[in-house]
């Protein structure tokens, strides 16, 4: 061969490389056959806070594109990047040795990993979406693997650190992550149930707002599953549900258990040692399907989800059967949601017997359990509120629960939920620690009585006054609707919570609020139970809850694990006989005592929100009378008719809608002034301090109110002249007999 041909033959070798590398760059990859690698997470144990576990693994050098099947559906494929595969690697060897070359033999041929990849193959389809790898790729040996390394990690607990936990039987790493959180004493509620939920029995926890129910529960749970060896079952068992009446406390219950777990039992590599899923209404179903197929320890969940995923997935309902743990948190409230059908189903799930599984039930879920392995005798259930009825937990402290049925009174729904779970304790233990009165000690409260048309000027009048983290309870949607829009323009940082908002804009603003000092939530009574948002300084009534549990609740908000709080109702005349009715079954014996109020202060204020309140009214009309005019058009265009521009210029029926409202606008109090006037007449108005009576701004040492002193030590308020800055909780709050509150008139 001439040195010519040798030439020939590399150039022709080195394109053939070139070649199967650019070839190798589309080339489509297994996912089975791709080097996946743990993820280090710092900072997660095992959830995403948004709605589940991460167990995830990553790629270097591949890519993902999309191709169209033949139905013209998007499917995702795996494409190397550069970095050759395994499979690239042997196709860029065959075609550099030529290609008459045998295709090398596969390089995996042991059986640990031939069974890792059986295991995988099952989530193969998710990974092909992007989704997580199953936490059951894990063989045997490194389960155990995983356990010893845990336990290297968690050497015994010097009870010495905090004596206070000695005498509660928990395991060490979570000692050590009480330690790390710096939860140096037990709360009463835990002291009081721990020890008794940790030796099996089952718990109903009452205690205060705040009181740090949320660990009692948790702690035995998660003590258990750092106790128990990890199972190889696939997917990873269900051991406890915790349910929640709301989507925010079930993601906020994650989060809680996530900050304990982060640092009991962080995860350096691989899947957690404990896993949290959530499945909440409102956030992809799909995602969350998924996380429970993959399986999780503990599942966080509202009722309705729940029960949607497992009419979805027979799985599921079989691993709710087989709980080691359930939990209901704020029962009471999970009723009044209206998700007591649901709520009900789950439960039965987990009855011993087969009473529910007749074949007669209709409900397929039921039918599909019936061969399965029936619920555990060892289940332990957890119940935990901040208000309980006081007859209720007496009958829950029956061997049969049967509810006396008093005359007459059909038992309520709660009632009848708790006579339907099957607790295994003979006599659940009921721990009662609810505060006298229902609040909590460090919260003070206070009412302003006024008019409800003034409601909105003292509310601005306070969250000038007293800047913090407020939230505010509306008693309905519309009025949050009015409101948010009317605070933001007198430049207020509101931020509304509701259930008709999207789940992704509620926890947006939940978080909003969360990292504002100086936020205002305006919020029903969604936000009512259970969220721990930190340091929220105030909670303001804006209308009267209906109930003395809603109460307890919303105030409960605030001064949370013994931190000082305030609490302002605003009472409207109408709301009085209620607001009476509300303190009686709350036992007081003294009336709320009265907010005091700088009066110099409110003209100004009225005259904003005033303004604001017309800007609104205009806007409004603006957007009805657009409204009224597309609906016209539309109407037109669908008869087939072309309307008179005459109409659409509103010079002739008075009937018409659009025409009305133009009408209204035009003489609303008689100014014809538009938006942008109005708008101009307040960003004014905002940029005028505002002084209190009596205080010369020009000269602070002359006036009857001398602020120059305030000036000089920054004592003075910075909106507010002439105002001090003292908190909410310090005031000198005014109490009036009470004989003279039906007399009285602002
Ligand atoms: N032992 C402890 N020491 C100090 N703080 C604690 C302790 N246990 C819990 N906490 C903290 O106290 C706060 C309130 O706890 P949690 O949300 O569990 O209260 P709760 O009793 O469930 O309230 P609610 O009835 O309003 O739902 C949380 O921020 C929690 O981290």
Request: hydrophobic residues 35%.
């Amino acid at each position: 061969m001439s040195i010519e041909q040798l030439n020939k033959q590399a150039r022709g070798s080195q394109h053939a490389v070139k070649k199967a590398k650019s070839k190798m760059v589309r080339e489509r990859l297994d996912a089975e056959d791709l080097q996946w690698k743990p993820v280090q997470m710092p900072s997660f144990a095992g959830m995403d806070g948004g709605g589940g576990m991460m167990m995830l693994e990553e790629l270097d050098g591949v890519d993902v594109t999309w191709e169209e099947d033949l139905a013209g559906r998007k499917i995702a494929r795996f494409v190397s990047a550069g970095e050759p595969s395994r499979k690239g690697k042997e196709k860029e060897h065959e075609a550099s040795q030529g290609s008459e070359q045998a295709v090398a033999a596969p390089v995996e041929s042991d059986q640990s990993k031939k069974s890792k990849k059986r295991a995988r193959k099952s989530t193969k389809e998710d990974e092909a979406d992007g989704a997580l790898p199953s936490f059951a790729a894990l063989d045997t040996t490194e389960l155990d693997d995983m356990d010893e390394a845990f336990e290297e990690h968690t050497p015994s607990f010097d009870d010495a650190l905090m004596p206070a936990w000695r005498d509660i039987d928990l395991n060490a790493a979570l000692k050590r992550g009480l330690l790390g959180l710096g939860f140096n004493n037990p709360t009463e509620i835990q002291k009081r149930s721990l020890p008794l939920a940790l030796s099996g029995r089952d718990i109903v926890g009452v205690a205060e707002t705040g009181s740090g129910k949320t660990l009692a529960y948790s702690l035995p749970i998660l003590s258990h599953l750092l106790n128990t060896p990890k199972s190889s079952e696939t997917p990873r068992p269900l051991t406890a549900l915790i349910l929640c009446p709301t989507r925010e406390l079930a993601l906020q219950v994650v989060q809680h258990l996530f900050e304990i777990t982060k640092l009991a039992a962080p995860t350096t590599s691989g899947p957690p040692r404990i896993s949290v899923g959530s499945v909440v209404g409102g956030l992809s179903a799909q995602k969350q399907k998924r996380i429970v197929e993959r399986g999780c320890d503990i599942l966080v969940a509202t009722p309705g989800r729940l029960w949607d995923l497992i009419q979805a997935d027979n799985s599921l309902g079989a691993g709710v059967v087989g709980l080691k743990y359930l939990v209901i948190d704020e029962a009471d409230r999970m009723i009044e949601n209206g998700h007591f059908a649901e709520l009900e189903n789950i439960v039965r799930l987990i009855e011993r017997g087969s009473k529910y599984v007749g074949e007669d039930d209709a409900d397929p879920v039921f039918q599909n359990l019936a061969h399965q392995d029936p619920p555990r005798d060892d289940l332990q259930t957890f119940i935990f509120s901040a208000t309980l009825s006081k007859d209720l937990q007496h009958n829950l402290k029956k061997r049969h629960r049967a509810v006396p049925k008093k005359s007459g009174k059909r038992p309520s729904a709660l009632e009848d939920l708790v006579e339907r779970l099957d607790f295994r304790d003979p006599e659940p233990f009921v721990v009662d620690l609810s505060p006298e009165g229902g609040v909590v000690a460090s919260l003070r409260e206070s009412m302003i009585e006024c008019l409800t048309s003034e409601k909105d000027l003292y509310l601005y009048y306070f969250l000038l006054r007293y800047p913090g983290r407020t939230l505010v309870f509306v008693g309905s949607i519309d009025g949050i609707r009015r409101l948010t829009p009317l605070f933001e323009m007198l430049q207020m940082p509101v931020y509304p919570l509701h259930s008709q908002l999207q789940q992704k804009q509620r926890l947006k603003n939940l978080d909003r609020f969360k990292s504002s000092s100086n936020g205002t939530l305006i919020a029903t009574d969604v936000a009512a139970r259970g969220l721990d948002i930190p340091h929220v300084d105030h909670v303001v009534h804006f209308n009267l809850p209906r109930t003395a549990d809603a109460y307890i609740h919303r105030s409960g908000r605030t001064a949370r694990a013994q931190n000082p709080g305030f609490a302002l109702q605003l009472c409207a005349p109408e709301e009085k006989g209620m607001q009476r009715a509300l303190m009686r079954s709350l036992d007081r014996e003294h009336e709320v005592p009265e907010m005091p109020i700088e009066s110099g202060f409110l003209p100004k204020l009225k005259e904003r929100v005033t303004l604001a309140r017309d800007i609104e009214k205009a806007q409004h009309e603006v957007k009805k009378e657009t409204h009224d005019r597309n609906w016209l058009q539309e109407a037109a265009d669908d008869l087939g008719v072309d309307i008179d521009p005459e109409l659409l210029s509103e010079q002739d029926d008075p009937d018409l809608p659009f025409h009305r409202m133009k009408k209204s606008k035009a003489t609303h109090k008689g100014s014809k002034r538009d938006v942008g006037s109005l708008k101009a007449e307040l960003k004014h108005l905002l940029s005028q301090p505002l002084i209190a009576r009596g205080v010369s701004a020009r000269y602070p040492t002359s006036g009857s109110k001398v602020i120059v002193d305030d000036l000089i030590k920054s004592t003075g308020h910075t909106m507010m002249l002439g105002a001090k800055t003292t908190k909410a909780h310090d005031e000198d709050l005014v109490t009036r007999k009470k004989s003279s509150l039906n007399k009285r008139k602002r």
